[in-house]
């Protein structure tokens, strides 16, 4: 079972919709960070939110965190080709003196012209 | 400055073998984490280190181990290799003390096949 949980798995559209991926936990994160992995390639981070209720905008890209800390979305405006890729959350648990990140199973998304 | 590099990008080993990957952290970071991505799944944390020693590990085995160098750089070795064991090994390197969270950037990881 997945501490975090995403939803959709997979995402098919077409260029110009708008979308909402969702990642939510029964746990309570000190933080949440969004990332975005091309193929062969490592996670890179797109915005991290700490504060309950927290809305941060980057560009189309939209980033909220639950009230309680347990939960984020993230919704992009006019998708774009250029915005297919697997996207992550990822949790941090502070656990015995570390922060430990969580990831959650991605949404694999495709934008199609 | 430079990022987080890992070597090697790809590598073939055999059902037993053991393997080790490596990991140069970036500039001015003293912490390094591993994660192993399955096809299709998100990374999942195998063990961090810090000034050289072990201070946090998920739930791999113990024929998953690890090093930490002066210069923060960092090995995963990994013995009697299973299949399962197939995946991107990813390493993330981070500043400890920077807050309530340490901001982890990735290498490209490396992709180990298994047969």
């Known amino acids: 079972t997945q501490l975090l ?6 995402l098919s559209i077409q260029e110009g919709e708008n979308l909402t991926v969702y990642c ?3 746990s309570v994160f000190s933080s949440l960070q969004w990332y975005r992995q091309e193929p062969g390639e490592g996670p890179v981070l797109l915005v991290t939110v700490v504060t309950g209720g927290e809305v941060k905008k980057l560009k189309r890209l939209t980033f909220q965190f639950g009230d309680a800390r347990k939960d984020s979305s993230l919704h992009i405006t006019a998708a774009q080709p250029g915005d297919t890729g697997l996207y992550l959350c990822a949790g941090f648990l502070e656990a015995g003196g570390y922060n430990k990140l969580i990831f959650g199973a991605g949404t694999r998304l495709a934008v199609h012209p | 400055e430079t990022g987080v590099t890992q070597s090697p990008t790809h590598l073939i080993k055999t059902r037993g073998q053991q393997v080790t990957l490596r990991c140069s952290s970036q500039s001015g970071h003293n912490t390094v984490s591993w994660y192993q991505q399955a096809l299709g799944q ?3 944390f195998i063990f961090q280190y810090y000034r050289e020693e072990e201070n946090g590990r998920g739930n791999f085995p113990p024929r998953f181990s690890g090093l930490q ?3 923060y ?3 995963l070795n990994v013995n009697a290799l299973e299949l399962d064991d197939s995946a ?6 981070s500043q400890a003390g920077g807050g309530s969270y340490n901001e982890q950037f990735f290498g490209p990881g490396t992709r180990l096949t298994v047969l």
Not at chain 1, 5 to 10: M, W
Request: proline letters at 12%; a negative charge.
């Open chain 1, 24 to 26: 939510n936990s029964s």
């Open chain 2, 88 to 93: 991107l090994y990813l390493c993330a390197s």
């Open chain 2, 73 to 75: 750089s960092s090995e």
């Open chain 2, 69 to 71: 160098f002066p210069n």
């Open chain 1, 5 to 10: 949980e995403q939803s959709p798995q997979f």
């Open chain 2, 42 to 44: 998100g990374p999942q």
